[in-house]
């Protein structure tokens, strides 16, 4: 069960609540208003004591809250979208959507991972893991780009790759590969957008990018806090605290110099005003992209080669100092 | 020049301090360590491939001297990691037995005559996890190879990107992938060489986009563990599911070969990219 | 500038010398002529898309004047090729019945207001088979887009290369090639629309190698042929293979856009590569 | 069964009586020189009879011909080979032999078709008809060359591209574009040599190229004497006629500029002495390569274009002249 619902079952409770009190005032002459006032005062105490400071572990369920804004969400608030299928060689992976669009008045390629809303959906897009056929799509969207000159916006929500046997045989580790490589060479502006689960290299493969923008309460892990514990602690049920030691909020990353911008969500999460926050995302996506158009291809190439570069946490003995992590 | 670091380390390596007996894992046959070491680590009962330390590679593979590059880049511990044991003991207890600074060696040495950048990991170090040393050693051995207009060949040996370095360590797979790309931009020739085991943020980075990729025989090599996989589609998989074999039937690499003739064969392939850059 | 060529054409075609009545091969609805063009030649009925005329197609398309380009280029009979019939009957007897010189119409015009280098195939001549005229006509087009920086939309119909001039006409598929790979090489944008149907030399060349590809609803499109696949593995195909939509499904094609949207969908994409060579 | 074995049997039957009487003279006094000689003469001239005027459909045959010389063959006479398998994404096709190789001390990248030699071979090959994945190995090893640099020569042998369900839905028709779009592209020499079925763009795919060698009665057509006959005829056994009319012989491709080079066979065809017929093909391939090699990257590509631009049999009304087919 998903550890925010079950909190936000909580308030539901208190709605429910003060909802009848205010229909009970309404027939009968009782003066209610002070116990009404009284529970939304608690009510929004609890509403803050719920969100106001959430845990790594509590993030990693709010990055995966049904209710939460996925990618096929963000692509249908551009201003156009056209899309574009396929790898030309094998399969239509549908948990990839891209194709060209519109944002803010300029042309754009746009490509996102969707994880599907309901059970029928989730099936088709694969609960958001791509196959290599996907990864594909994605470096071919890349090319296209680049041969047009078009700025790059993707939106990065995966539990990762997909892991099947076909993916396997299919050589995901070349797909991915060959995304990377793809937005390395790109002399084109890239702007990627963590919006809700960012997983390892499934996710990577959407995001080296010269802007990365992460909402608040997303996640973007080397590894799935679960598959990490049963891993390093041998034992699945370590996964809070796995998220606790991964760093895999949106402060630590942008501490790190991994995420560029931090988008804040409404108290509660983006699933409380889902068009709000996909406004402020596109909007910080737009300001990235009018940035990015004024720097010349190869200089705009050079720092993003520096900004990778940069990137550690390691010693150089022969400078006697730590490579700082920002 | 000063004797390079890695022939020090075989040195004390062959002294007492170190099993004088193996035991073949596949067939059984207990093995004299130094004959072993003679026949390259490979079983001459049953040919089983033992995973070979990075140094006994470059020694196996370098004509005369190896210049080290890199070393300088030590691990520090950025996210105060600590599990069952903090990051700072794992890597203690990795830098004893294993008797290296991390993961990867890297430096330049010739093979057959053509000076090579070469990079070799070493599963005994964190599983050959990529961490931000390995990520920074690997970008540099491409930048230097740029400037000597020399080709790369890279060894891997690797379950991922290392966990106890979180993010920082899955940004190794943009960076050396953005090395690579720069490498092979001025027209540079990169050869990798998948051995046991290559999986993860290795081979779905720098790994898999070099003009040649051959595997040492029966090397596993994937991006999903087989574990994960297993657990995923909840049934067995099949013995040869990612092993170097299938992966070559599957056509995503372009050669198997045993390591008895794994040096020649580099040799061979490294030959035809001498004009590459002139 | 003079009455362009197809306009000429067109008034003719709506002469009595046509037949008036059209029956829709798939629901059987019999058409008035007039109002099926009206209606883009789609079965107001089942939404069967008729094969169209290429100066019909370029009337649905182009804004104002088209500019008709390569009408110089004219077939001869390199083979002196005789099957049935002599391969000069045949042009003639497509020539009268289809009104057009050659299997393809190139020329200059602009669709939504930007100015494109447009080619229409037409199967009603030689099954739209691509012989030295189609090929040079097309060169031709790639040529002159490339010196005036302008897209390139083609619509694509052919049984593939044309026999009767045989290699010259498998030729041809390396000629397309290179003149697109040139158009583009100047940092030029493709687009190929695949209609009904859409086989062997042309699918398998310049047409699978654009920017983007979409395919008009329920087009045949494919490399072989169906016939020669049901004589190779001796059974029937199933219904929707080698469709659009099954393409789609495949990943082959970018989109399937029905004929009623094609005009406005080109519109939209071609607006994506107006910065292209800027 | 293959016209051209038929006629050999003959052959053989004179070879045959001939050995007789040199061993019937041996061991007895009888001077049987004479019905030797004459049989003898007899046996050279028929061998005239038969292989001097081969017609357009014998020659069907003999590049046909099970003994042929087949790509394979070519490949282990080049001084070294260095196989490369793949496609990197989906399957390595056996129908496509390809890698690094050295000719005439010249480092090259090769690519051939191979057909296979008996049933199970035959088989494992798909009789040379390689799928999409075979294709794209060969535009993977086209720009491999690119990259370093290399030469391409490549050997052509095939009845088509496999014309199978699987292939078509893997987009066979866009594999077969993207060599024929890497082969444009490729700033290195490329030659290519026809050595026995050049089938329609399933050969092509390995073709276009600066310098075209095609063996006396290796066969280079726009589609199968039987296809073209069933079309065309709508009578399959028409293929004799199709042949003929098909112009798909040395000499008359040579004529149309198609093919740069015609190698000429051994009386009785290239399986009388495979040696020297493979030796004379690479030799014309090496002396290829030493004149293309003196030519810069950028006009070697110009005269490649311009090569095939030429291609074609029209009439210019505008230059009111009929375009010289060679
Ligand atoms: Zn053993
Ligand atoms: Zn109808």
């Known amino acids: 069960m998903n550890l925010i619902v079950e909190r936000e079952n909580e308030l ?14 309404r027939d009968q002459p009782v003066d209610l208003s002070h116990e009404i006032a ?40 551009l201003d156009v979208f056209d899309e574009l299928h396929g790898d030309r060689q094998f399969r239509d992976d549908p948990s990839i959507i891209g194709g060209f669009a519109k944002l803010g008045g300029r042309r754009i390629v746009t490509i996102a991972q969707e994880k599907g809303r309901d059970t029928k959906e989730k099936v088709r897009r694969n609960f958001g893991m791509p196959a290599p056929e996907g990864y594909r799509k994605v470096k071919r969207l890349i090319d296209l780009a680049a041969h047009l000159g078009l700025s790059i916006v993707t939106f990065v929500d995966t539990p990762g790759a997909d892991p099947g046997i076909g993916s396997e045989e299919r050589a995901q580790a070349e797909a991915i590969a060959s995304c990377l490589y793809a937005l390395a060479q790109a002399p084109v502006p890239i702007v990627s957008t963590i919006i809700g689960e960012g997983g390892s290299g499934g996710a990577l493969a959407l995001a080296l990018a010269d802007h990365v923008v992460m909402l608040e309460h997303s996640t973007y892990s080397v590894a799935s806090p679960e598959g990490c ?98 | 020049m000063p004797i390079p670091d890695w022939l020090r380390v075989r040195r004390s390596k062959n002294d007492s301090d170190v099993a004088h007996w193996e035991k073949c894992p596949k067939c059984g046959e207990v093995l004299y360590r130094k004959e072993l070491a003679e026949n390259l680590f490979v079983c001459p009962r049953c040919t089983y491939h033992f995973r070979m330390h990075a140094f006994d590679r470059v020694h196996m593979l370098v004509d005369g001297d190896f210049v080290e590059l890199g070393t300088e880049i030590k691990p520090s511990d950025p996210l105060h990691w600590i599990d069952k044991r903090s990051y700072p003991e794992k890597l203690a207890g990795d830098r004893a037995k294993s008797s290296l600074s991390e993961g990867i060696v890297t430096g330049f040495g010739a093979i057959g005559g053509i000076e090579v950048a070469l ?40 379950g991922g990107a290392r966990m106890e370095e979180g993010m920082l360590a899955l940004m190794q797979m943009a960076k050396t992938t953005l090395a690579l790309e720069r490498f092979r ?37 994937g991006f999903a563990g087989r574990r994960v996989i297993e657990q995923t589609i909840r049934q067995k998989l099949p013995e040869n599911f990612q092993t170097a074999e299938f992966l070559l039937e599957k056509g995503a690499i372009d050669m198997v070969v045993a390591r008895p003739e794994l040096r020649d064969t580099l040799v061979r392939l490294l030959d035809y990219g001498v004009g590459a850059r002139a």
Do not use: C
């Open chain 1, 38 to 77: 009284a529970l939304e005062a608690k009510y929004a105490q609890l509403l803050h004591e719920i969100f106001d400071r959430l845990s790594p572990w509590q993030r990693v369920h709010m990055s995966r809250h049904p209710k939460r804004p996925l990618g096929a969400d963000y692509v249908a608030a």
């Open chain 2, 119 to 158: 990079g070799v990991m070493d599963f005994s170090f964190r599983g050959g996890t990529m961490g931000t040393v390995v990520g920074e050693r690997i970008a540099l051995l491409f930048e230097a190879a740029r400037d000597r207009a020399v080709p790369s060949v890279i060894f891997t040996a690797s």
């Open chain 1, 229 to 326: 514990a049963a891993i390093l602690w041998g034992d699945a049920s370590k996964a809070e605290e796995a998220a606790e030691r991964l760093r895999l909020t949106s402060d630590d990353l942008r501490g790190f110099g991994i995420v560029d911008e931090v988008i804040a969500e409404p108290l509660g999460g983006a699933q409380r005003d889902p068009a709000a926050t996909i406004r402020r995302v596109l909007d910080a996506a737009g300001r990235a992209l009018d940035r990015l158009a004024a720097i010349p291809p190869r200089e705009l190439r050079e720092s993003r080669y520096a900004k990778y570069r940069r990137i550690g946490g390691w010693q150089d003995a022969s400078r006697s100092m730590t490579e700082s992590l920002s």
């Open chain 2, 185 to 221: 931009e001025a027209g540079n020739y990169a050869i990798t060489v998948l051995t046991d085991p290559t999986t993860g943020g290795v081979s779905a980075s720098f790994a898999f986009q070099a003009d040649v990729i051959i595997a040492e025989a029966r090397a596993a090599i």
């Open chain 1, 12 to 25: 539901l409770e208190f709605e429910r609540r003060i909802a009848e009190l205010k229909d009970h005032s």
